[in-house]
């Protein structure tokens, strides 16, 4: 069985192994895969393995040997999921290998806007303390998360990790999810309306899937809901914020920042209009991508195709 791996190298970019693919069938591997070179690199191969190459109608069409498309990572919709059903291809996804991981860099992006630790350890290196008659000093304002509100929208997995870490940092949390949790309550963590939260909230914090009810959803009208001097954090998908929008709330002062690990287009285009604005922190994409996570990932794409191959497929997102 044929085995081709379209775009392996942001998964694995050398410090991981492939074995436990090469265990199951004839593999090929490609670090990256343009458009124009997907069905050629597909040819008669059964099983795909994409995380960001799309595999669209048109291919499938071109490379009728495909049983099983594999995609590394959570969201599917690099895959025309419509056309594999109608094929009869398996597709599978990574569920949950990188909940903590995104948890942590929520806060990693959160506590950066409230203590610019880069900015104030790059003056120190440039000699600013040793020649300060203070003996200390800060260029932005400090900001204490104790007793502050965080707002999560989409209470999912993700969502529930950040609510830990934010109670355990004393905050308040409240969160909305759009299909009802039966849940048991936790001290500090109350499930509210999306007005509410908007409303109610000193730091919103995106963990929803993009659909068409979401897309968008933080737009010039959602932002006039919120808070004075919000801050937004993004760690889930580019396209739920409308960027002229939030660069029009960050430049006139209604959100006081966004910690961004996502945007609209991936790689980011030089002409995003959030590379300009003001209280703006963007990261390529990598909440996902410590090691750890990167494993475990690994590890759940190699068991979903052992499963497939053993006629027991799991994590099948087109079923």
């Known amino acids: 069985m044929k085995i081709v791996i379209l775009d392996g190298y942001t998964e694995n970019p050398g410090d991981l192994s492939w074995k436990g693919f090469e265990k199951l069938g004839e593999l090929t591997i490609y670090d990256r895969t343009a458009k124009e070179e997907i069905v050629s690199r597909i040819g008669d191969a059964e099983i795909i393995i994409t995380n960001k190459t799309p595999i669209s109608a048109e291919t499938f069409a071109a490379c009728p040997n495909i049983k099983y498309v594999g995609v590394l990572a959570t969201g599917f919709n690099v895959v025309d999921i419509n056309v ?190 959030l590379l300009t604005c003001k209280n703006c922190l963007i990261t390529p994409h990598i909440a996902w991508a410590p090691v750890e996570s990167r494993q475990r990932l690994m590890d759940i794409a190699t068991e979903n195709l052992e499963s497939f191959i053993k006629g027991s497929p799991v994590n099948v997102v087109n079923k």
């Not at 959160?110 to 020649?131: P, Q, S, Y």
């Not at 909305?176 to 499930?191: C, F, R, T």
């Open 84 to 273: 594999a059903r109608q094929n009869s291809v398996v597709v599978t996804n990574i569920p949950t290998y990188g909940t903590s991981a995104v948890a942590q860099f929520v806060f990693a992006l959160l506590l950066e806007i409230c203590h610019h630790v880069g900015h104030h350890a790059e003056t120190v290196k440039k000699g600013r303390w040793a020649d300060s008659p203070d003996f200390c000093y800060w260029d932005f304002p400090l900001i204490e998360l104790y007793g502050k509100t965080l707002g999560i929208v989409g209470y999912g997995r993700i969502g529930q990790a950040t609510a830990k870490i934010a109670v355990a940092l004393g905050m308040k949390v409240l969160a909305y999810n759009d299909v009802e949790l039966n849940l048991p309550a936790i001290d500090g963590i109350k499930m509210v309306t999306l007005d509410e939260l908007f409303a109610s909230a000193d730091i919103i914090s995106l963990h929803c899937p993009l659909f068409p009810s979401t897309q968008g959803m933080i737009n010039n009208d959602t932002i006039k809901k919120m808070k004075d001097s919000v801050i937004l954090i993004n760690t889930s998908r580019g396209p739920l914020i409308v960027e002229e929008d939030l660069k029009e709330g960050l430049d006139s002062g209604k959100i006081y920042a966004a910690g961004l690990d996502v945007v609209s287009i991936e790689p980011i285009k030089e002409d995003n209009v």
